[in-house]
């Protein structure tokens, strides 16, 4: 990937960025508002329902969203289908939500949905670089990338670019040819909307000095009886929060043309460039308890040095986690006849992460803290030393496809056939350069707050490119290509509607495990992946519905030696009860599921890993300064079974017409099952919760003096959450290595998350102007950090460190027309 820059030069277009924002939202507000203002002359009267559907039969319109109610799904059967009529469980967040809550990208959304499970994520920050690998949980099942569009994704995307999010439970390969057991978080993106012309904009200004400003702007016509149309969406955006030194960016240009030649075809094209970053080392060091290392005890430096706030650290600019996004995808839709509609797309993508580019000491919240040496907490000398070190991860993607959707409807039967295939393919490289002697050319800083964190503008002259295997250098070439086809038949005048579905994907992974490699490891597997379901109306407002479906993902954990492991294989049953009460005042789904997945991988707390490697070979100083004094143990083993059960409902009412409430309530019960590890069997993955509940609720005034006025809030409950296993002797004492032990389970207790929201919308000559205040964090939900000292090597600490976080307030000034 020779685009890449090299150590220490990371491409800033900040520059650039900025003015080709502030050209295109110039230009475009005064083509939207060229538009709007001749509208009378050259509007298309809009097409009915019919022609709509007929074209987009893969394109569902936000405007048959009702606030936070949305009735129609593409995630579900992959053509636009009531979310009534689909046999699965599906959760919508509509673009009124996300501006409600000032979502910025879909991690946000995770809070919301009770199976899912955002693990490790930066609860001070709403800029997420990349979501926490391996720390993401749908159902208890581990997963690390979603879709966009179809499309596997591996990073957040900003909600700026995105029309909504639906989150579909349970394995879905028949659907999606790769998928996780847990199921898929599909990201719709804004497209063009050719039948109106409209301009949004935004700015939002933070207590901590952040800002953000969005805009979205619609402008279309006709030529020559021709629709064209353009959507330009940009959102430019300083991050900082509580902590210290933790000023990031975040930056957004998006730009959709649509063309539509005649009523039966149309041409869409979309580029996109992103760009994040946010400083590494915001996180905490953490040491051992002394003369008593083997209780497990992580004593955070700010217990020890209580003059050391919490929100101090000693992060730089020279050091951050920067992500770089470009995308560009073009599709044609095709109508043919009355009853054949297709639709092919070509998507080119890449991406570069940079997690550790400069002067780093490390901290558990370094994303590269795992590879520099010699940095840290020195408590003999109590100083902080920082060593240079440069990682990268570079991916160039390539996907294409065609799927078709074809009606055939008998006097009893209606039928919608939707059959296709898709190829993606991945060029994957990552990097690793760090000195040849770290401590040469090492800077340090006392414990103490308020020192300047000043480093050098380059990397140390003896630096070396590392081509070692596991967090060295790596390199993959991976691809899949997947066949589908999928049925849905209505019946028994539409009270029981069917979806039978098939996929044979076939995938590819070719490794490199280092850089002096010639010869890579191949991995070749393919896979048929049935579904079956129906809904069944027992009146006009209940049914019941039954699924089976099954899925296929490629591991993507590797072992600290950079070892893969077999792909993950699900299968999933699911049953329950679909409403559409009282108008539509109360709709949603309620079910129980029972999903399996063999192969993957699972941890084995007592395999030596690449950390426990480096433990040994270092004096008990150093051991002391790198690993707080405790040995490490564990590392990634080849999987056996799982199985998740457990309870969902997802209701949304609406009692009045301006009240709204969205409910999802999660009862998971996950567990490894089969295991090469009999003492694993009965265990679950770090981060897993078993109850959850979220709610959202919003009050609008729809008349009176209070007109314009709408107010609401979010709350989520979490259950105690799983954080690792200890091994320890049958009386809870250190365990010796030999003869019987137990594991010990080590939890983060519940937490509470709660924010409040207030929006006024008027009208200043004949525009519509919005303000809207944001407090979130209005509990002050505790983090948690280390685990506390016990005083005992025998005595196991399980108790953690409580660290204060603030309510953030937000104010947001809107203008449309």
């Known amino acids: 990937m020779n685009d890449r820059p090299p150590p220490n030069q990371t491409a800033s277009h900040a520059g650039p960025f900025r003015t080709g924002f502030l050209l295109a939202l110039a230009a475009l507000c005064s083509v939207a508002v060229q538009a709007q203002t001749t509208a009378p002359a050259t509007a298309t009267p809009a097409a009915d329902d019919d022609e709509v559907v007929k074209l987009d039969a893969f394109t569902v319109s936000t405007d048959r969203d009702v606030g936070y109610r949305a009735t129609n799904s593409i995630a579900g059967t992959r053509t636009n289908t009531p979310i009534k009529d689909v046999p699965l469980n599906i959760q919508v967040f509509t673009k009124d939500l996300a501006e409600d809550l000032l979502i910025k990208n879909q991690v946000q959304f995770e809070t919301y949905n009770a199976s899912l499970v955002a693990g490790g994520i930066d609860v001070f920050s709403d800029n997420h670089i ?4 391996e720390q993401f949980l749908y159902r208890g099942f581990k997963q690390n990338w979603g879709l966009r569009d179809g499309v596997r994704e591996y990073d957040p995307v900003d909600s700026q670019g995105l029309a909504r999010v639906e989150v579909v439970k349970g394995p879905a390969a028949a659907l999606y040819g790769l998928a996780y057991p847990g199921g898929i978080m599909q990201n719709i993106s804004k497209t063009v909307e050719l039948e109106k012309n409209f301009t949004s904009l935004r700015l939002t200004g933070g207590m901590y000095g952040d800002y953000r400003a969005t805009a979205d702007i619609n402008a279309t016509g006709t030529i020559a009886g021709q629709k064209i149309g353009v959507r330009f969406n940009g959102a430019y955006e300083k991050t900082e929060d509580n902590r210290e030194h933790s000023q990031g960016d975040v930056r957004l240009l998006n730009v959709a043309v649509a063309w539509q030649p005649t009523a039966t075809t149309k041409l869409e094209f979309m580029a996109e460039d992103g ?10 060091f953490l040491t051992g308890e002394a003369g008593a290392a083997n209780n497990q005890a992580q004593i955070p430096l700010q217990i020890l040095n209580p003059s ?8 730089n600019d020279n050091n951050l986690n920067v992500l770089e996004t470009k995308r560009y995808k073009g599709t044609v839709t095709q109508q043919i006849g009355e009853d054949v509609t297709v639709q092919a797309y070509l998507q080119y993508s890449r991406r570069l992460e940079i997690p550790g580019n400069g002067w780093d000491a490390s901290g558990s919240g370094g994303a590269n803290a795992w590879e520099s040496a010699s940095s840290g907490w020195d408590q003999a000398t109590n100083t902080i030393r920082s060593t240079y070190n440069y990682r990268d991860w570079g991916n160039q993607m390539h996907a294409y496809g065609a799927t078709a959707v074809y009606k055939l409807n008998f006097e009893q039967i209606k039928n919608t056939f939707a059959f296709g ?8 490289l990552s990097r690793h350069s760090a000195p040849l002697n770290p401590l040469a050319s090492a800077l340090v800083y006392p414990v103490q707050m308020g020192v300047p964190i000043n480093v050098p503008p380059f990397p140390p002259a003896d630096l070396q490119p590392d081509l070692t295997g596991g967090n060295g250098y790596h390199h993959e070439d991976n691809s899949n290509d997947y066949y589908f086809v999928n049925w849905q038949a209505s019946m028994f005048n539409d009270r029981l509607k069917t979806n039978i579905g098939v996929n044979k994907t076939n995938l590819k992974t070719i490794a490199w495990d280092n850089g ?17 379901g129906a809904v069944f109306a027992v009146t006009k407002e209940i049914s019941v519905f039954a699924v089976r479906s099954t899925s296929l993902f490629p591991d993507s954990t590797k072992d600290s030696f950079g070892n893969q492991f077999s792909p993950q294989v699900g299968l999933g049953y699911e049953g329950g009860v679909k409403v559409d009460l009282l108008d539509g005042k109360i709709s949603g789904t309620i079910s129980y599921f029972v999903i399996q997945q063999t192969g993957g991988t699972q941890n084995d707390p007592t395999k030596e890993n690449r ?12 051991r002391q300064i790198e690993f707080g004094g405790v040995r490490p143990l564990g590392d990634i083993v080849q999987g056996g079974e799982q199985e998740s059960k457990g309870f969902e409902m997802d209701l949304t009412f609406q009692p009045l017409r301006q009240w709204q409430i969205v409910t999802s309530y999660s009862n998971v019960n996950h567990e490894f099952t089969k295991s090469a590890l009999p003492a694993t069997i009965g265990q679950t993955n770090p981060q897993a919760i078993k109850n959850s509940f979220a709610v959202i609720s919003k009050y609008s005034f729809l008349d009176g003096e209070l007109k314009g006025l709408a107010v ?6 979490w259950d105690k959450s799983l954080q690792d296993y200890q091994r320890r002797a049958p009386n809870g004492g250190v365990y010796s290595g030999t003869g019987d032990f137990i594991d010990v389970a080590r939890y983060s207790p519940s937490r509470t998350w709660a924010e409040l929201f207030a929006t006024y919308r008027w009208k200043v000559w004949g525009q519509n102007v919005m303000l809207q205040f ?7 939900a505790d983090s948690y950090v280390g685990w506390k000292a016990t005083g005992s090597a025998d005595k196991l600490a399980v108790d953690r460190y409580k660290v204060p976080t603030p309510i953030v307030y937000r104010l947001t000034f809107g203008l449309d027309f």
Request: net charge negative; glycine share 6%.
């Open 130 to 133: 990349q979501q926490p690998y």
């Open 421 to 428: 295939a898709n190829v993606w393919k991945e060029d994957e």
């Open 308 to 315: 050391i706030d919490w929100d101090w650290n000693w992060a």
């Open 275 to 284: 760009y994040r970053a946010k400083p590494n080392g915001l996180g905490y």
């Open 774 to 780: 944001n407090a979130q964090n209005i509990l002050r």
């Open 712 to 717: 609401g809030g979010g709350l989520r409950w």
């Open 516 to 532: 002096v490699d010639t010869e890579p490891n191949v991995y070749t597997a393919s896979k048929y992946s049935p579904l079956f």
């Open 611 to 622: 950390n426990t490697v480096r433990f040994d070979s270092l004096t008990p100083e150093q």
